[in-house]
């Protein structure tokens, strides 16, 4: 509650808070709000600029794109397209990795010795490789995973877009979380090792506590709050890092919007349409800027509670973070 | 030390095995490569390609082999040949691919048929390896051929002419950054809650958090397009060199491929990536000196009347650089993995693109290779980076 009050008190992470909600709850009435419809090719009206009239009288804020569709409603579907990839990957593959470091810190032996030699196999990858193959492999052979088709239609009707669509998103989303859960486990498990220790543990344990209620209300409360930091710098992780594969074309493929994709395309009219690429790029830059915003906030309400392992464990998230970063650079 | 380091290496063998296998299945179940085109050539039935031309291309690649056969191959070069000893020469019937499947025609009750591949008809044994192209194999540095880039040539042609751009564009970033950063963090730390501190986590904040292709885009609009409609001094978009001479305002003409002109290609790319990595490295210097400086050891140095200096640089710094080695353990791997997006958004000729452009045209066998070099090369990072922290941290012992 304290750490509630506190980041209340942080201004720009609260209005940053509220931006992100705002883009996100509005995306979700696209079809509402939206002037045009996503896909509506008019070859006509291709390329016109920003606050000024197509050929054919129509009205576009942001402008057209190559095939003539309204940017600007293409912005507000891509909205819903990437928040939603980007707040599933990060939820599913925190709660993963939060479920592995408790079993694996908080039994230890065998488990701990078989999961941690397990995350490290997987990070010696390079992630962003291996992100680059499994999204080529995933848009050339629809069936290179076999996706749940209640799944796909679910995330289809949350994202505005048709199964095939959907089942394509859900792919990228499954190998961002099978890469993406290593890292928070490891963490989680480090806080969880000297969490262990402590003598609340201890003393609930000699009280005949299970080691189910020990882990929920002793283990998990405590290492609940650098993990939400973390969660917040994931998500802005996987918004960027969703961006960088669907930029390269590896990612979400084209009639569904992606701020990634759309920035793409952009890139390869910059020199006659120099206003373009700023489109795509303004909601990226607000979004990851908020993002982070909020995870520092976050930080500072936590931080008045320097204890060892907690500082350990941030300056952890961060050596991840910068390490994720230069692998996308 | 000696146990300590011959356990760590065979622990770095086995994982790159493994990585060796994973990477090789995983690349394996991808679609595309080099028969894609073929067979949609050949079913299409206007070019008629036979089936020992077929044969001769598997293999070239190798595809005509088993698998098992195919990833020792690739990995060490094993098997070569039948295996002789004294003299004498074993396996050498031994099957190990099949050059031209049987094909059978099948013919459905409403009379459309088709054709499909079962059993072997020209089967290839040890004694037929011996006149192929002799791998050392990927552990003993041979890459093998390219499928599709450079179609046929050695993979480490196509490295080799990428390796400088890399080497040039991420050696010199990693050098200025850290030299640039470094300072910059301390400098922030001690000073903390200054003007100074205030701008410098702002600038880094910004930057750790923009996605770097953000950055590039930026960049180029600013720089390369909008400079030069302004007609003020501006930079060349992409590439490393460019074909043909220009002009840029106040400096005169570049001719092509002069040494300022390829400086004037290295400035952009090499500033985004500077500019990313300051913003990360002087970030974690500052709170991991900001850490230190709170702790009393550095309150004591302060108290035998130590000058500002020697606290902050000698005894403070000292701790708070340790765990900033760790975060170099990466840079080998990245000095030579090139970095991909800063690549793809400057046209840059190096290993990053190199890897992206080989996953977009599915020639795996560079991919593989590309991947490979990094894993070894994040190992060796690894390896070095622990014995460095022993070396310079006497608290830590290797066991």
Redesign the interface.
Known sequence: MLIFRRFIKHRVAMWCLYLIAAIYVLSMFASLIAPYKRDAISLDNAYTTPFSAAKDGSYHVFGTDHLGRDLLTRLIYAARVSLTTALTVTTVSTLIGIAVGLVAGYFGGFIDTFTSRMI??IS???T???L???G??AI??SD?IPIPSLLSKTIGVIMAINEREGKQVVMIMVIFIALGWTGVARFVRGMVLSIREQLYVESSLALGASHLHNIITHVLPNAMPPIIVAYTLGL?GSL?AE??LS????GIQDPTPSWGNM?SFA?SY??NY?WM??IP?LP??VC??A??YIG?GLRDALDPRVQTEI?RA??DA??K???D????? | MATFLIRRLIQMFI?LI??AV?SFV??Y????GPMTGLRQIQQSGRNKISADDIARIKQRFELDLFVPYRFTRWLIGFPAGPISIAGQTFLADVQVGCKIPGMVRLRYPDGHTEIIEEGCEVPITFANLVDRRTSRGILFGDFGLSQVMLRDRPISTLIASRLPYTLQLMGASILISIAIGVPLGIYSAVRQYSRFDYTMTTIS??G???????IG??C??VFA??AKEAGFIYLP?GNAVSNKDYVIPYIGEVIASSTLDRALHFIMPLGV?VF??IA??S??IR??ML?VLRLDYVRTARAKGLRERTVVLKHALRNAIL?FI??LA?VM??LF?G????E??FNWPGLGRL??DS??R?DYSV?MG??MV??FL??LGYLITDILYSVLDPRIRLS
């Open positions: 490290e196999f010696t990858f390079p962003f490789t291996l680059l193959i499994a080529s492999i050339q052979n290179a802005s960027v961006s960088a930029f390269l074309g590896f920035l890139n910059m020199f120099p690429p700023l790029t990226i830059l990851s800027l993002i982070n520092d500082t941030k300056r961060l050596l973070a910068i390490h970063r230069s692998a996308a650079s | 994982v493994a990585s994973v995983l690349l179940f991808a679609p595309g904040f910004v750790s958090s923009l996605p770097t292709f953000v885009i930026i180029i609009l397009v909008g978009p990536l990313v990595n990360g490295y970030r974690f709170s991991g850490e765990p760790t975060l990466g791997a990245e993995g970095a991909a997006i800063t793809a958004i890897l992206v996953i977009e599915n991919t590309l991947t990094s894993i994040l190992l």
